[in-house]
T-cell receptor
Framework: DGGITQSPKYLFRKEGQNVTLSCEQNLNHDAMYWYRQDPGQGLRLIYYSQIVNDFQKGDIAEGYSVSREKKESFPLTVTSAQKNPTAFYLC???????????FGPGTRLTVT | EDKVVQSPLSLVVHEGDTVTLNCSYEVTNFRSLLWYKQEKKAPTFLFMLTSSGIEKKSGRLSSILDKKELFSILNITATQTGDSAVYLCAVVRLKETSGSRLTFGEGTQLTVNP
């Protein structure tokens, strides 16, 4: 059945290492988004992509990179340049002509 | 800078109570306002409001938008313990060159005690 999957659910990394978070959707949605959520806070937009091979920075893009080579996939790389990478990362997608976004289950990243 | 403010930030009630959650916004190129429910992990979509004064309803939940005063409320009647969650408000604005994007509020943590 259709949906958005993120993997892994939990991820542990040492400081200084890059890490890539996976996001896949089979909803045939054009637009995909990456958010970060810190405890007690709302979601902040990292990057988004309206179409394959194109993406834009959100409000907190520094220290992150993305690619959009396929419609179904929008992986996020958390680089060593990201000062406080420990957070809950959520991927979302939205349908053509629609504004509502549908979220994956999230990846909790812990960097020590 | 776009701003979405939710209040209260947290709320504790007893089962059966009615609650009202508030969301005010200051956003350029406003298009719509969305409500989400988040229980531990992924937010789930509740409502999208685009027109002023038209109530959206789903079971015990309802929501309305006031575009003149720039706010929305989410009402939950006869609350149940399963309503315990963080309720997120988000506003859609249209960017001229690159589609729509959401700006989220901090959320209201609702706890319903038996």
């Amino acid at each position: 059945d259709g949906g958005i999957t993120q993997s892994p659910k939990y991820l542990f990394r040492k400081e200084g290492q890059n890490v890539t978070l996976s996001c896949e959707q089979n909803l045939n949605h054009d637009a995909m988004y990456w958010y970060r959520q810190d405890p007690g806070q709302g979601l902040r937009l990292i990057y988004y992509s309206q179409i394959v091979n194109d993406f834009q920075k959100g409000d907190i893009a520094e220290g992150y990179s993305v690619s959009r080579e396929k419609k179904e996939s929008f992986p996020l790389t958390v680089t060593s340049a990201q000062k406080n990478p420990t957070a809950f990362y959520l991927c979302a997608s939205s349908p053509p002509q629609g504004y509502e976004q549908y979220f994956g289950p999230g990846t909790r990243l812990t960097v020590t | 800078e776009d701003k979405v403010v939710q209040s209260p930030l947290s709320l504790v009630v007893h089962e059966g109570d009615t609650v009202t959650l508030n969301c005010s916004y200051e956003v350029t190129n406003f298009r719509s306002l969305l409500w989400y429910k988040q229980e531990k992990k992924a937010p789930t979509f509740l409502f999208m409001l685009t027109s002023s004064g038209i109530e959206k309803k789903s079971g015990r939940l309802s929501s309305i938008l006031d575009k003149k005063e720039l706010f929305s409320i989410l009402n939950i009647t006869a609350t149940q313990t399963g309503d315990s969650a963080v309720y997120l408000c988000a506003v859609v604005r249209l960017k001229e060159t690159s589609g729509s994007r959401l700006t989220f509020g901090e959320g209201t943590q609702l706890t319903v005690n038996p």
